[in-house]
């Protein structure tokens, strides 16, 4: 049965339309917590949110919805993505709901959950509660209505936690490191951890209004990142995203490193002290075969997934890696994490600075870019990619790339777009290859 709520993160959508509204929201918290109220014990969910305007509206639908099934909620207020899978486990609880639209405007939301062992559902139980979702609320009887209630210090066991993955014989002393929070989740916790463990910080993003999250600011819009480094003298910047579970770093000539390259710092590293498991690294399609090329140069593996980091982390579970992620900025580390954690690989990055004593750009470039070109084309309606047309225009460009390339051609998860990747050492030949797949999705979908 294919899911018509959940998408590869979650739900997603406009809030107070589709399936972004109160209502939904609260017969959200009825299927999922019907769905974990599993043995006699009392049961609990912790529920943590981003800035967002909307984000009050759909945790208190989540909390009468959870409720009124039986399970006491925690409410932990605004906090990082991974920070609610970590307090998840810590605190016991049966499930974990994180609401966020991560990079997304401010008008769309989200709702993201995690079993009581701090990962994402799988698609198993997220079928599940969507046929919940499709009948009437299992509603308990007034004596054993859930309560609510507010853990204040949340932001500083999750502070701890973060701190507690940064190697206990270094410190921060010495650089000066520019924190963009993206207005979102980890605009108080992301900057005082950093300051505490020795660094002189410079706090951007950090003036929520619930209207201005990743509002040109945060890892998809670092130009202010940029432009701050390198006006500040800073030695790095360090982007999050709206829910602080992915992160973009700038070198101190403003130069933007992505997903690829601080996986290859951090699986280069953890090899080197022979903490790395798997022998390689984890990543979707879109990692650029440069990442790959690099790797093998020093023995290590690249193993490829779908796209979304909930696939990296089923392979990282399955083929026992602890490293893997995405070019967007998804860090998994699975020795500390559960999720994507933008803080912690950022200290995973800082920690190598401060052992090789060498500029940012001279630590965070371990390989040149393949070529690498991706397009949306967005469409209205239909299957565009099973049109005899398409299919004769990709084969086309597969032959001519022989081996020397890549294509990925993939439906999106949360939009009616089709994204078009190639990459190749020919640049010209990348962007025409591009060029010809889209115009012949455009013309099959019109």
Known sequence: MSRKFFGTDGIRGRTNAGAMTAEMAMKVGMAAGAHFLRGEHRHRVVIGKDTRLSGYMIENALVAGFTSVGMDVVQVGPMPTPAVAMLTRSMRADLGVMISASHNPYYDNGIKLFGPDGYKLSD?????????????????????????????DARGRYSHFAKSCFPEELRLDGLKVVIDCANGAAYQVAPSALWELGAETIAIGVTPNGTNINDNCGSTSPA??????????????????????????????????????????????????????????????????????????????????????????????????????????????????????????AL????????????????????????????????????????????QVIADAERELNGKGRLVIRPSGTEPVIRVMAEGDDADQVTRLVDDICRAVQEAAA
Request: hydrophobic fraction near 40%; aromatic fraction near 4%; charged fraction near 25%.
């Open 124 to 152: 198993d139980d997220e079928r599940s509660i969507e046929a919940l979702l499709e009948n009437p609320p299992m509603l308990v009887d007034s004596a054993r209505i859930g309560r609510a209630r507010r853990v204040e």
């Open 224 to 345: 202010l990142l940029q432009e701050t480094v390198v006006a500040s003298g800073a030695d790095i910047g360090i982007a999050l995203d709206g829910d602080a579970d992915r992160l973009i770093i700038v070198d101190e000539l403003g130069r933007i490193v992505d997903g690829d390259q601080i996986m290859a710092l951090i699986g280069k590293s953890w090899s080197e002290a022979g903490r790395l498991k798997g022998s390689g690294v984890v990543a979707t399609v879109m990692s650029n075969l440069g990442l790959e090329r690099f790797l093998a140069s020093i023995g290590l593996t690249l193993e490829r997934t779908a796209v979304g980091d909930r696939y990296v982390l089923e392979r990282m579970r399955s083929g026992g890696f602890n490293v893997g992620g995405e070019q967007s900025g998804h860090i998994i580390l699975s020795d500390y994490a559960t999720t994507g954690d933008g803080l912690v690989a």
């Open 348 to 391: 995973q990055v800082l920690a190598e600075l401060v052992r090789q004593r060498k500029p940012a750009s001279e630590v965070l470039h371990l390989f040149d870019t393949v070529p690498q070109l991706l397009k949306n084309v967005r469409f209205s309606g239909g299957r565009p990619l099973e049109a005899d047309s398409v299919k």
